[in-house]
């Protein structure tokens, strides 16, 4: 078995990606001492998709990158960067927060094609075309799967992110990534269209 490490939890009902930046609000003490016991030991944390009944086991290590704000009454808005995918081993007791014994997880299957590559990259450049005009897209990282480095440049619910963090094939992952591409480019044509009729009493301004 993969060597494991004993890291705090913080069940969110969010979740991060490898390589994506999130804010975060704490308020909690237990948390706030997470954040503290991190940057004192230079080491990550787990953030778990919380469901209501219990965290899904399979979530993404994070770092904290930046304070924003620090309120009077010990509130802070922090900033994030999701690291590594890891599966939950088992609690550890001995803390103010939620701890466990996490162990990395990687893909088990032969990477992505160039081909699958090709595609959601030049979907996703498409899609900040229509977003941003004229601005080129944002650098994407060359340091963990394209899947999550895309993926995380989106905006999108907890739930697909989720089932990108349990997806442990690259192609796939990929292929669910230009679904979701797909749609938002679709989204943005019908947005462009509806906005052409309004401008026009809903005909189509000919040539």
């Known amino acids: 078995m993969p060597e494991s490490d004993d890291l705090g939890l913080f069940p969110l009902g969010l979740v991060v990606l490898p390589g994506e930046r ?27 998709q919380d469901y209501g009944e219990g965290a899904s086991p399979i979530g993404c290590s994070a770092r904290f990158i930046s ?33 466990a014994r996490v162990v990395a997880v990687v893909d088990t299957v032969p990477p992505a094609t160039d081909e ?25 990282r060359e ?8 993926a995380g440049m989106i905006e ?26 797909t749609a938002a480019l679709e989204g943005a044509d019908r947005e462009r269209i509806a906005a052409a009729r309004a401008r026009t009493n809903g005909k189509v301004a000919l040539p």
Do not use: W
């Not at 609000?25 to 997470?34: I, V």
């Not at 081993?89 to 939620?98: F, H, N, Q, S, V």
């Not at 340091?143 to 895309?150: G, K, R, T, V």
């Open 22 to 48: 999130a804010p975060l609000h704490l308020f909690e003490p237990r948390y706030r001492q997470l954040l503290a016991d991190c940057v004192l030991d230079d080491r990550p944390f787990v953030i778990l």
């Open 67 to 99: 304070l924003g704000r620090r309120f009077v009454d010990g509130r802070m808005n922090v900033s994030v960067v999701g690291e590594r995918v890891v599966r939950v081993l088992g609690e550890t007791p001995g803390r103010m927060y939620i701890s």
């Open 143 to 150: 340091d963990i799967p394209l899947s999550y480095a895309i």
């Open 156 to 181: 999108m619910p907890a739930e697909p992110k989720q089932a990108l963090l349990d997806c442990r094939n690259e192609a796939e992952r990929l292929h669910m990534v230009r679904d979701i591409l």
């Open 116 to 140: 699958d590559r090709a595609a959601v990259t030049g979907l996703f450049a498409r899609l900040v075309a229509e977003v941003a005009g004229s601005s080129p897209p944002p650098p994407i």
